[in-house]
């Protein structure tokens, strides 16, 4: 079975600010990463993902994400943050083995980030 | 454009009331899902399904039916509503092949049972 562990329910930062939201999960087999973002009353949207290669992944409105196999881990990343960032960040994994759990998402439980001007 | 569609977007009813959630997609998917949320809470996968007349229970158990009659259609129902299943209802969908790794999200239904 796999699990996601996001570390931090809520973030608050200034704008302009630096911002890391740390996810780790736990997996038997390997397995692809996500993380979606979801805006108040509205559903969630992919912000990136990582399949395979490079570890550095970027994705939309300039997050970043780097996975770390050995620490299990999945961080995203943003060098300056905007109020409109300001959202429910959910990480998630899928394992890539087959199955009845082929094509499943686990989600981690989300954090709050909340950029003050 | 993922064009995923939920409705209604919120819908307040009475103990004992039968609802059917309605999601729509437009992109030919096979795979479609339903998830529930709630607040400050990570998404549980309830029902999913691979195709046309396949539907599985997912991993979170619930009291709800869904049908897959029709590809792009995938609809929850709750025969009885309780309190219990007041919370966000999300419906997903992903394709095949190098599609089938990105899920695509409607808006959500919340639902309050009074």
């Given at each position: 079975?796999?699990?996601?562990?996001?570390?931090?329910?809520?973030?608050?930062?200034f704008e302009?600010?630096?911002?890391?939201?740390?996810?780790?999960?736990?997996?038997s087999v390997?397995v692809?990463?996500f993380?979606?973002?979801?805006y108040?009353n509205?559903?969630?949207?992919?912000?990136?993902?990582?399949?395979?290669?490079s570890?550095?992944v970027?994705?939309?409105?300039?997050?970043?994400?780097?996975?770390?196999?050995?620490?299990?881990?999945?961080?995203?990343?943003?060098?300056s943050?905007?109020?409109?960032?300001?959202a429910?960040y959910?990480c998630a994994?899928?394992?890539?083995?087959?199955?009845?759990?082929?094509?499943?998402l686990?989600?981690?439980?989300g954090?709050i980030?909340t950029v003050?001007p | 454009?993922?064009?995923?569609?939920q409705?209604?977007?919120?819908l307040?009813?009475g103990?004992?009331?039968?609802?059917?959630?309605?999601?729509?997609?437009?992109?030919?998917?096979?795979?479609?899902?339903?998830?529930?949320?709630?607040p400050?809470?990570?998404?549980h996968?309830?029902?999913?399904?691979?195709?046309?007349?396949s539907?599985?229970?997912?991993d979170?158990?619930?009291e709800?039916?869904v049908?897959?009659?029709r590809?792009?259609?995938?609809?929850?129902?709750?025969?009885?509503?309780?309190?219990?299943?007041?919370?966000?209802?999300?419906?997903?969908?992903?394709?095949?092949?190098?599609?089938?790794?990105?899920?695509?999200?409607g808006?959500?239904?919340?639902?309050?049972?009074?």
């Amino acid at each position: 079975a796999q699990s996601v562990t996001q570390l931090d329910s809520q973030v608050p930062v200034f704008e302009e600010a630096p911002v890391e939201l740390r996810c780790n999960y736990s997996s038997s087999v390997s397995v692809y990463l996500f993380w979606y973002v979801q805006y108040p009353n509205q559903g969630l949207q992919l912000l990136l993902k990582y399949l395979s290669g490079s570890t550095l992944v970027k994705g939309i409105n300039g997050f970043e994400a780097e996975f770390n196999k050995s620490q299990t881990s999945f961080h995203l990343r943003k060098p300056s943050v905007h109020i409109s960032d300001t959202a429910e960040y959910f990480c998630a994994v899928r394992t890539n083995a087959g199955g009845t759990s082929y094509g499943k998402l686990t989600f981690g439980q989300g954090t709050i980030l909340t950029v003050h001007p | 454009e993922a064009d995923i569609y939920q409705t209604p977007r919120y819908l307040v009813i009475g103990t004992g009331k039968k609802i059917t959630l309605e999601c729509s997609q437009t992109m030919g998917h096979d795979k479609m899902y339903w998830y529930q949320q709630d607040p400050g809470m990570e998404l549980h996968l309830i029902h999913y399904s691979y195709g046309v007349n396949s539907t599985e229970k997912g991993d979170l158990s619930s009291e709800s039916t869904v049908s897959r009659i029709r590809t792009e259609h995938f609809p929850l129902t709750l025969e009885s509503a309780r309190p219990s299943h007041t919370s966000q209802y999300l419906c997903a969908s992903s394709g095949t092949g190098q599609f089938s790794y990105e899920q695509y999200f409607g808006p959500g239904t919340r639902l309050t049972v009074t």
